[in-house]
């Protein structure tokens, strides 16, 4: 009898463990995982927590998805898929996000660089703008011509923001220096970008920094003999004699702690905006820079992370010298997430 009992047990642990479910979770990118940018860093992310986790987690990814109606119907489809967990990774997946949430209020949406949340949508973020600024400190010191080229992405918020960061690190240590902006209204397009970094070489500027998720602009600073700041991921591979380095990512421990609390029934939305104290953002600097411009660089990142020096720091003005932020006032997170206006050392307009 004891024995059939036994039996009994150990044939209702192994039922349990073959109908164990494992996390189902999505991820959508709005580019190819092989730009070395922004969708590559995204899906080191997903690899993280797949080595992570293990077989507790199944995890599946859609590349190159535009934004607009078609992430709307990728999203549906996951959901309707029974995917637990969905991390849309583009601003632009934002309304659609909210529209497939109301319809599917069990499955858990994570929205990066949004501003629109829900019970079952959260939206999260890094602050990029802080290793963006260090980035500046390198330029700013690096540039001969004080022409700096930046070629910019789409007129929104964050790289509005990413570009100020910028421009208020290289007017910190070079205030001679400008920066001369070009939009590729593009966030992979290796070809545009490029011919975009073109244009600002041909003008004169000695240093090409980015925000975009190609190479391009750093391989055309190379052909040129200028130098370069990438933009998300190490990039020095592509275009070794001109990049000094680079504001990048690091999603995979966020992502395992947003997994963990769906797995233990904990997770709530929120609004998440972390930065280089979080680990969410950093800065990797290549051997081409001088080591006094590091140890500079690495002086302001901690005062970062301590929370004694902020990029946006009064007093600023913008391009018509107009006071934005007066001496000793910091923006409100609101106004850094809503900047659309450029601080008085870049050179170039904001399309409306």
Known sequence: MKKHVVLLVLIMLVASLITAKALKVAFIYVGPVGDAGWTYAHDLGRQYVQKVFGSDIITSYIESVPEGAESENVLRSYAQRGYDLIFATSFGYMDPVINVAKKYPKTIFMHCSGYKAAENVGTYFGRMYE???????????????????????????????????????????????????????????????????????DMGADVIAQHQDSPAPQQAAQQYGAYSIGYNSDMSGFAPKAYLGAPVWSWGPYYEKIIKEVMAGTWKSEQYWGGMADGVVDIHISDLVPDSVKKLVSVFKEAIIEGKFHPFSGPLYDQSGELRVPAGDVPSDGELLGMDWFVDNVVGTIPK
């Open 131 to 201: 290793p963006r600024f260090l980035s500046g400190l390198i330029a700013g010191i690096m540039t001969k011509s004080n022409i700096i080229g930046y070629v910019a992405a789409h007129p929104i918020p964050e790289v509005i923001r990413g570009i100020n960061a910028f421009a208020l690190g290289v007017k910190y240590v070079n205030p001679e220096a400008k920066v001369h902006v070009i939009w590729s209204n593009t966030w992979y397009d290796p070809a545009m970008e490029k011919e975009a970094a073109i244009s600002l070489l």
